[in-house]
């Protein structure tokens, strides 16, 4: 899409890790092409299989898979570099080995990793990746938080939606860039929920799909409205209702929700969402394995 006399290259989302329920942990890495809808598997994945990593991309140069549990919960970033699609491994860690959290980025600046669980319990510290050098430093925390979903309105705010903190929480909390002070928004989720997912098409909306409320799973999706933070709800719905998928978004065009967990199973199914009319369709692409709580990340091109 157009930005001033620049011509943003959107690319590809990518979905990594997982848990198949019953066949292991994955550390493959799926790639869906924009253009064409079509789903490849990268040649190199995860460095192991795990569940509960957390993905952020620094649109236009890599993407980033952070943590994860499975044989232990680990404190490793691994790199996929555009537009080759190599695997390497930083040399920082994040400050604390952590899994079932997620994370937003502003591209061109750093990820952020707001909470999570640990190798032994709540993590309270934020973790932020500085993407020039690719160190690891802590940032404005937001307390304990625990499988909640994340998106980014890029070069404005980052935001953290549902989750956890020992009971399920319906708020929204947003980093306003680049002090990374933490506000609470008055609009809330629809109702409470641990486990959905969140993409943004940037400076338009960010959006949260999907979950577990006291109800059950939640097939519906709840629209941020930027800059307002005004909360509604999609008329579109998900599929199948279900918990734990993970999302990733063309800005401008689309936002996609691959894999989760619903009443038949575990899922390999891949929900679009077509921007500005929110209308959903699903691709006849589909993931390589059925799993769930695997993380995702886009390569949208340089903001």
Same mark, same amino acid.
């Given at each position: 899409?157009?930005?001033?006399?620049?011509?943003?290259?959107?690319?590809?989302?990518?979905?990594?890790?997982?848990?198949?329920?019953?066949?292991?942990? &994955?550390?493959?890495? +799926?790639?869906?092409?924009?253009?064409?809808?079509?789903?490849?598997?990268?040649?190199?994945?995860?460095?192991?299989?795990?569940?509960?990593?957390?993905?952020?991309?620094?649109?236009?140069?890599?993407?980033?898979?952070?943590?994860?549990?499975?044989?232990?919960?680990?404190?490793?970033?691994?790199?996929?570099?555009?537009?080759?699609?190599?695997?390497?491994? &930083?040399?920082?860690?994040?400050?604390?080995?952590?899994? /079932?959290?997620?994370?937003?980025?502003?591209?061109?600046?750093?990820?952020?990793?707001?909470? /999570?669980?640990?190798?032994?319990?709540?993590?309270?510290?934020?973790?932020?990746?500085?993407?020039?050098?690719?160190?690891?430093?802590?940032?404005? /925390?937001?307390?304990?938080?625990?499988?909640?979903?994340?998106?980014?309105?890029?070069?404005?705010?980052?935001?953290?939606?549902?989750?956890?903190?020992?009971?399920?929480?319906?708020?929204?909390?947003?980093?306003?860039?680049?002090?990374?002070?933490?506000?609470?928004?008055s609009d809330t989720?629809?109702?409470?929920?641990?486990?959905?997912?969140?993409?943004?098409?940037?400076?338009?909306?960010?959006?949260?799909?999907?979950?577990? +409320?006291?109800?059950?799973?939640?097939?519906?999706?709840?629209?941020?409205?930027?800059?307002?933070d005004t909360k509604?709800?999609?008329?579109?719905?998900?599929?199948?209702?279900?918990?734990?998928?993970?999302?990733?978004?063309?800005?401008?065009?689309?936002?996609?929700?691959?894999?989760?967990?619903?009443?038949?199973?575990?899922?390999?199914?891949?929900?679009?969402?077509?921007?500005?009319?929110?209308?959903?369709?699903? &691709?006849?692409?589909?993931?390589?394995?059925?799993?769930?709580?695997?993380?995702?990340?886009?390569?949208?091109?340089?903001?």
């Amino acid at each position: 899409m157009p930005l001033g006399d620049v011509t943003r290259q959107s690319v590809a989302g990518y979905y990594a890790g997982g848990d198949t329920s019953g066949s292991g942990y &994955l550390d493959t890495i +799926d790639k869906i092409t924009f253009a064409t809808q079509a789903k490849s598997t990268l040649a190199t994945g995860m460095t192991s299989g795990k569940y509960g990593p957390m993905g952020f991309a620094n649109s236009g140069t890599a993407g980033y898979v952070a943590g994860g549990a499975g044989g232990g919960t680990v404190a490793r970033i691994d790199k996929v570099t555009f537009p080759a699609d190599s695997k390497s491994t &930083l040399t920082a860690t994040l400050t604390v080995a952590r899994h /079932s959290g997620a994370a937003f980025s502003n591209a061109g600046v750093a990820g952020y990793i707001p909470s /999570s669980y640990t190798n032994v319990g709540q993590a309270t510290t934020a973790d932020k990746v500085t993407f020039s050098t690719e160190t690891v430093a802590t940032t404005t /925390s937001i307390g304990f938080l625990a499988y909640f979903a994340g998106f980014a309105n890029n070069g404005v705010a980052g935001y953290v939606a549902g989750g956890t903190t020992g009971s399920r929480t319906s708020s929204i909390s947003k980093y306003t860039f680049p002090a990374d002070t933490v506000t609470t928004l008055s609009d809330t989720l629809t109702t409470a929920r641990t486990n959905p997912t969140g993409f943004a098409n940037s400076s338009v909306a960010g959006y949260v799909a999907g979950g577990t +409320d006291s109800v059950g799973f939640v097939s519906g999706i709840d629209k941020i409205a930027f800059p307002a933070d005004t909360k509604s709800t999609l008329s579109a719905t998900l599929t199948t209702a279900r918990d734990a998928p993970a999302g990733f978004a063309d800005s401008g065009v689309a936002g996609y929700i691959a894999g989760g967990f619903d009443s038949g199973g575990v899922l390999s199914g891949i929900d679009k969402i077509a921007f500005p009319a929110d209308t959903k369709t699903t &691709l006849s692409a589909t993931l390589s394995s059925a799993n769930y709580t695997g993380t995702a990340f886009s390569n949208e091109g340089v903001f």
